[in-house]
């Protein structure tokens, strides 16, 4: 496994920073002259943040640990 240097905004959105080694892949730069006028700065930085959603009350449950299922009900943020 590799810790990967990412930037800080990464890191806010809880990519995690270690990678196994079959994920990672050689840096080839751009071709400029297949792919003139590509940057590497017009990459998406993140994915668009997903809503976040905050339970009211835990109805029922049952299972333990990994194993574990729950009906709540939604707090509709009101």
Same mark, same amino acid.
């Given at each position: 496994s590799f810790r990967i240097d990412l930037p800080s905004h990464f890191i806010q959105q809880g990519v995690h920073p270690v990678f196994h080694a079959s994920l990672l892949?050689? +840096?080839v730069p751009n *071709? *400029?002259?297949q792919f !003139?006028?590509?940057l590497d700065n017009q990459l998406q930085?993140?994915?668009v &943040?997903? !809503?976040q959603w905050q339970? *009211?009350?835990m109805i029922s449950h049952s299972g333990s640990k990994? +194993? &574990?299922i729950g009906q709540v009900r939604w707090s509709t943020g009101d």
């Open positions: 892949q050689i +840096h *071709d *400029d002259c !003139p006028g590509r930085e993140s994915p &943040a997903q !809503p339970i *009211d009350k990994r +194993h &574990a």
